[in-house]
């Protein structure tokens, strides 16, 4: 029988015995060997991080983009109502001799009741533009479903100055953009009491049957107007005498119906006001508040006799601020970007 060393395993490498084992200078010297490789091997890794430090801080140092410019804009907190009269009777007439006894406001009660069908037709009429100096008289093409032929060609314009220029203003420059809407003259003189006289209508054209669609000659009125693109918002309206109409066409997103209610609730108001505070920033906030600002000076400046209209124009402005305000946590000025 061969004894072996209780610190060797059968077939198994010689391996260094526990500590407790050995004797005492073996350990001290095995101790000062350990503590000469940690000392090592600490030095190698404090070069090692050096260096680390070293190559970190040669890395160049991330580019930022400076922040966009800011504009303070100031909105006032209301638009103020202009102090209109009736629309007169002379006016009326010049449309259509048979009113001359009907009173104004009992006319727009039954225009309101044809009007979304009449602005959906004017959507199928066509016309060829002109060159040149614009025309006293225009050809248009109109479907035969129609409800009505438009009466008149509205060549509306912007004023060459600052200064707003009254919209019964009839001369027109040739670089000047002009935009050609049809309209049904009676509509806007029912509603705009600053609006001077149409001219004189054309016969009505005949219609054919078995043809889809009928040309005509019609009159063109010139119509400067101190928000020229904004007028197809306007006519929505005086159309249809619709408050949700007008909202949705100068709101980035519908509002609730309650909100138009005489007693409509706070708390569906700002809930509203919240919704467009969180899903629109405050630049495209005040593109729409600057819409409906083309809008007001435009009835401004035709002189809209119809309460409700202003009554809708205040409504949306006073969303519109208090979600910009929300929007940019602050009141007034308002922080956008140029």
């Not at 077939?11 to 050995?22: F, I, N």
């Not at 060159?131 to 008289?137: D, K, Q, R, V, Y």
């Not at 100055?161 to 009254?166: D, F, M």
């Not at 001369?171 to 509509?187: A, E, F, G, W």
Request: overall charge positive; proline content about 11%.
């Amino acid at each position: 029988m061969v004894l072996q060393s209780k610190f060797h395993s059968n077939g198994a490498r010689t391996t260094t015995p526990p500590p407790s084992v050995l004797p005492s200078k073996l350990r001290a010297l095995r101790t000062r060997k350990t503590q000469r490789r940690t000392r090592v091997k600490g030095t190698k890794c404090c070069a090692e991080q050096a260096a680390h430090r070293v190559r970190v801080a040669k890395v160049p140092a991330l580019k930022t983009q400076a922040p966009a410019p800011t504009m303070p804009v100031r909105l006032p907190k209301k638009l103020g109502r202009p102090a209109v009269r009736e629309v007169s009777r002379e006016a009326l007439v010049a449309v259509d001799k048979s009113l001359v006894d009907v009173h104004p406001a009992y006319l727009r009660e039954g225009l309101a009741a044809f009007g979304p069908e009449l602005i959906k037709s004017l959507s199928g009429v066509r016309a060829s533009a002109p060159t040149g100096a614009m025309p006293t008289e225009l050809d248009i093409t109109v479907d035969t479903n129609a409800t009505a032929v438009p009466s008149h060609i509205l060549a509306v314009y912007g004023p060459t100055t600052t200064s707003s220029s009254s919209p019964s203003s009839s001369s027109t420059s040739p670089s000047r953009k002009i935009t050609l809407y049809p309209v049904h003259s009676l509509y806007l003189a029912a509603h705009c009491a600053r609006l001077p006289a149409f001219p004189a209508t054309l016969p009505s054209p005949s219609f054919t049957p078995g043809e889809s669609s009928v040309r005509c000659t019609v009159p063109v009125r010139p119509l400067c107007l101190p928000s020229p693109a904004t007028y197809p918002h306007l006519s929505g309206f005086l159309y249809t005498q619709s408050p949700e109409v007008l909202l949705a066409s100068v709101l980035p997103t519908p509002p609730p119906a309650s909100l138009t209610h005489q007693r409509h609730c706070e708390d569906g108001r700002a809930q509203y006001v919240r919704s467009l505070a969180q899903t629109y920033t405050p630049q495209r906030l005040l593109q729409h508040a600057l819409l409906l600002h083309g809008v007001w000076r435009n009835a401004c400046a035709l002189g809209v006799v119809v309460p409700a209209f202003w009554d809708t124009v205040d409504l949306a402005w006073g969303v519109l601020l208090d979600a910009i305000a929300l929007g940019t946590g602050a009141q007034e000025p308002v922080a956008v970007q140029v």
